[in-house]
């Protein structure tokens, strides 16, 4: 039986990701030198493609990591030298809020409410934050910072560098991205990839705060992937290290294709899917939605209480041929996750619906 993976990351393939990969096979993408002329062309069409796809400025550098993890810590070490400010409503909100704590910063954690919404009022009086950092979307608990919010927090803190999390919306975050400094995702959940690829956008107000940090203040900013040496090897079409040149070629195809179909035409595909699988766990006998707040409920990454345990519903599912996510950590065996992307298909996420909607059995 074939198996559908409606996961939170990693997901399904992009549907045309075996044509991608026979093609890098076949033109031996793999062992090209990451010095070499061709590599310069795929970075730079890949990073021109990547800002056309989600909407990022142009004036923005782009970087390439392993892991949207490691970008916590760069943002941190290259962005702020004592005070950070964060906005916790779930595990990877928290991550970035424990990792400023362990780099020694001065961190400041303000709490979603119990409606799981923010609310700018509930920041502490006085803070000068140096950096904020912010998690649209919660793949913990599905839930989803209102672009409302992020402007009222850049009106709030002009000054300040925001970091953006949106590892589980992009690409179909429709956001105005002029208002942050720091903008990261992985590729293994919206753009159907294997994991092992991050990329991170970085305005020039951010390049230049690092740039001082770095060189002004001698702060340590991390080593080949701080701020300055990669833009140096940006500047020149390359990267530190050698980078994973596989997803970098994999990615800048899959993005060439999702712009033939168009960012707008996507978003309305994710809108529709997200729309049928909650109101399959509305209106099912086994579950019911984690969030209740309708305006913070995360359209890609659908989370929902089970009644009678997560272990049941995700074995009837995969009977089915669909596979979806537990419960992230304490909530692993009374809660389900299903994922929103792209890769996953309207028709799908409408038997995946009907399954869960129905009772599965």
């Not at 005070?83 to 910063?105: D, I, M």
């Not at 975050?173 to 919206?190: A, I, M, N, T, Y």
């Not at 359209?299 to 041929?321: F, P």
């Amino acid at each position: 039986m074939k198996q559908i993976y409606f996961t939170v990351g990693p997901s399904e393939l992009y549907p045309k990701f075996r044509i991608f990969l026979d093609a890098a096979i076949d033109n031996k993408i793999v062992s090209i030198s990451h010095r070499g002329q061709q590599f310069a062309e795929l970075h730079k069409d890949l990073g021109v493609h990547l800002k056309q796809l989600i909407g990022i400025p142009e004036e923005y550098s782009v970087f390439y990591s392993g892991s949207a993890t490691e970008w916590m810590e760069r943002i941190i070490q290259n962005c702020s030298e004592v005070h950070t400010l964060h906005f916790t409503g779930g595990a990877f909100s928290k991550r970035f809020y424990e990792t400023a704590n362990a780099l020694g910063r001065h961190a400041v954690s303000v709490n979603s409410r119990t409606d799981q919404s923010f609310c700018i009022e509930d920041i502490p009086s006085g803070l000068t934050p140096e950096l904020i950092c912010l998690t649209h979307n919660e793949t913990s608990n599905g839930t989803m910072i209102q672009e409302s919010f992020i402007k009222n927090v850049r009106d709030k803190f002009p000054k300040a560098i925001i970091a953006l999390d949106v590892v589980s919306s992009a690409p179909t975050c429709s956001l105005d991205f002029p208002l942050v400094d720091c903008v990261f995702f992985s590729v293994q959940k919206g753009f159907g990839m294997p994991a092992g690829l991050s990329v991170l956008f970085v305005s020039p107000r951010a390049i230049e705060i690092s740039l001082i940090l770095e060189k002004e203040r001698s702060i340590y900013t991390g080593s080949y992937h701080s701020f300055a040496s990669l833009l140096e090897y940006e500047k020149k079409n390359q990267t530190p290290e050698t980078p994973n040149v596989f997803g970098m070629y994999l990615l800048n195809e899959i993005v060439k294709d999702m712009l033939v179909t168009g960012k707008e035409a996507m978003c309305r595909e994710i809108l529709l899917k997200a729309k049928l699988l909650y109101d399959a766990v509305s209106n099912s006998p086994l579950v019911i939605p984690c969030v209740e707040n309708i305006a913070v409920r995360s359209q890609t990454v659908i989370v929902a209480n089970v009644k009678t345990g997560s272990k049941e519903i995700i074995q009837a599912c995969k009977a089915h041929g669909f596979i979806i996510a537990s419960g992230y950590g304490s909530h692993k065996e009374d809660q389900i996750r299903i994922g929103n992307f792209p890769s996953h298909m309207r028709a799908d996420a409408a038997e995946l619906a009907s399954l869960i909607q129905g009772g599965i059995f």
